[in-house]
């Protein structure tokens, strides 16, 4: 069967990756923001997920379409678990109403093109503090403070 690639990275499959390995430190800091250090697997091999050969996260895309098999609804975690993330080149959290933060957290990423925070009530910031992501193509931001 073939695999679902993401339309914006043709060369990164929202399935599983086989043979690329998570850093460390992303994996650390994915399993921190979900709230839940136990989670199996590597990261690069979650759905809707994607890594470069080198284990940098490039895609995050948990939005209603490519849901990993894990629980969003009690994920409690902090967008400061994302700063060092800084080769994300596309972030996309939906329905996720315990995650918390300031949007300032994201500041870092300067790689990101594609950003979507949907449904995420306890998030706040001041979206001119995005100013540094210059490679900024598209942004959605529904339902945060």
């Given at each position: ?30 399993q ?17 997920t ?77 979206i ?18």
């Amino acid at each position: 069967d073939e695999c679902e690639h993401h339309p914006i990275f043709p060369n990164c499959s929202l399935h599983p990756a086989v043979g690329v390995k998570c850093k460390p430190e992303q994996q650390k800091a994915l399993q921190l923001f979900l709230g839940d250090e136990a989670l199996p697997g590597d990261c690069c091999t979650w759905y809707g997920t994607c890594c470069n050969s080198s284990g940098d996260v490039l895609v995050i895309d948990w939005s209603w379409g490519y849901r990993p098999p894990l629980k969003f609804a009690q994920a409690r975690g902090n967008l400061k678990h994302l700063e060092g993330m800084t080769q994300l080149q596309w972030l996309k959290l939906h329905d996720m109403p315990n995650i918390f933060g300031n949007i300032k957290s994201l500041e870092a990423m300067t790689q990101i093109q594609v950003l979507h925070l949907h449904n995420l009530p306890l998030v706040t910031g001041d979206i001119k503090r995005m100013g540094a992501m210059l490679q900024m193509r598209e942004m959605h931001l529904t339902n945060i403070i």
